[in-house]
């Protein structure tokens, strides 16, 4: 005898909604989404990593710093989204929240500190790399866990890949000494996807984000002689 109130177990992927295998009774969420997740999970290092180094640099170009008196270094316009998703409340609290609602689940402390959103972001997401299988079979709520990752990564792609096509912006001028002792004063120009600047007129080159710090830390000295000689 039919039960014809039955209905066939269905993905809870707010998504997704299709009907479970046979082979996946008992779980909560369909293998196709776990798969998309995991690979979602994978890519998100890479994509956090492009983004908070975005971040810097433009943390690094709002400090005053320029070549001549009374000037300060133009900074990189901020890009409020870049700066969204790496500081505090961006992609390592929003992954916090999912890892800490997972624990809880499994009767496990809360994630610990890990540092700042750079050095915890991977780590929340190794955790939840290795506690998805668990999560799509035994934890309720994953749904919706997997439709925030599916957004937060789709955040984290757009905005990666806008900062491809960036335009060109000045960020004061060229700190090198000259062999006749002058300041070479040259503007530099820069975008906000990467540290590699190069003056077309003396030639100097700041290629790593190492050498970018250095040259806003020349630029900072350039500034600080040029007020003292004015006061």
């Known amino acids: 005898m039919h039960d014809d109130a039955y209905e066939w177990p269905t993905c809870i992927t707010p998504t997704c909604g299709r009907q479970l295998w046979v082979s996946e009774a008992g779980r909560y969420c369909c293998r196709p989404c776990e798969d998309k997740t995991a690979k979602r999970l994978t890519e998100l290092p890479a994509l956090f990593a492009q983004l908070n180094q975005t971040a810097t640099l433009m943390r690094g170009a709002t400090r005053g710093g320029g070549a001549t008196s009374g000037s300060k270094t133009p900074p990189i316009p901020p890009r409020l989204e870049v700066l969204s998703l790496t500081a505090a409340g961006g992609v390592a609290t929003r992954l916090r929240d999912i890892e800490d609602a997972w624990r809880k689940a499994l009767g496990w402390t809360v994630a610990p500190w890990r ?106 000295a350039v500034l600080r002689e040029d007020t003292g000689v004015a006061a």
């Open 115 to 220: 540092g700042s959103p750079a050095q915890a972001a991977p780590e929340h997401l190794k955790f939840l790399i290795n506690n998805l299988p668990w999560a799509v079979d035994s934890y309720e709520s994953v749904g919706q866990d997997i439709d925030d990752l599916r957004k937060l990564h789709a955040e984290c792609t757009a905005v990666a890949a806008n900062e491809h096509r960036p335009g060109r912006v000045k960020i004061g001028r060229c700190p090198t000494r000259l062999d006749d002792g002058h300041l070479c004063q040259a503007e530099l120009t820069a975008t906000a996807s990467s540290h590699r600047v190069h003056c077309g007129t003396c030639g100097t080159k700041w290629e790593t984000l190492g050498e970018w710090k250095h040259l806003r830390e020349q630029q900072d």
